[in-house]
C-alpha cells in the first residue's frame, strides 16, 4: 500500500527554519519523482519544488534560494529544508509522487498525496 507521511510543520517567525520530512511506504522513493506542494487559506494549491534521481532539482521562483530539497534513499525520505521563512509561506504542505517522465509540478501528474502538514510564518 502506498503511503506517504508528512511531518516536521509547525509555528516559526518570519526569518526562521523548518525541515519538513516526506516518508514513504509501499514503493521506493527513488524510482519516482517526489514533489512538495502548499495550499494557503483562500488560495489555489501550488507547487514548491521537486525531486528526481535521474533529472535533478527544481524550484518555484518564490523558494528559490531559501529552499533546499533532498532525499534520503535510506530511509525512502525526502526533505525540505526552508530557510528565511516568510509570513507568505503560511500553508498547509503536502508530498506527492509521480513517475520519472512526469517530473516537474504539474499537479495533475501526481498520483498519491500525503495527508499534509501544516507550516505558520508569524511573529
Known amino acids: 500500500q502506498v503511503q506517504l507521511v508528512e511531518s516536521g510543520g509547525g509555528l516559526v517567525q518570519p526569518g526562521g527554519s523548518l525541515r519538513l520530512s516526506c516518508a514513504a511506504s509501499?514503493?521506493?522513493?527513488?524510482?519516482?519523482?517526489i514533489g512538495w506542494f502548499r495550499q494557503a487559506p483562500g488560495k489555489e494549491r501550488e507547487g514548491v519544488s521537486c525531486?528526481?534521481?535521474?533529472?535533478?532539482?527544481y524550484y518555484a521562483d518564490s523558494v528559490k534560494g531559501r529552499f533546499t530539497i533532498s532525499r534520503d534513499n535510506a530511509k525512502n525520505t525526502v526533505y525540505l529544508q526552508m530557510n528565511s521563512l516568510k509570513p507568505e509561506d503560511t500553508a498547509v504542505y503536502y508530498c506527492?509522487?509521480?513517475?520519472?517522465?512526469?517530473?516537474?509540478?504539474?499537479?495533475?501528474?501526481?498520483?498519491?498525496w500525503g495527508q499534509g502538514t501544516q507550516v505558520t510564518v508569524s511573529s
Open positions: 506527492a509522487t509521480a513517475r520519472r517522465a512526469d517530473y516537474g509540478l504539474d499537479q495533475s501528474k501526481y498520483n498519491y
Open positions: 509501499g514503493f521506493t522513493l527513488d524510482y519516482y519523482v
Open positions: 525531486i528526481s534521481s535521474s533529472v535533478g532539482r
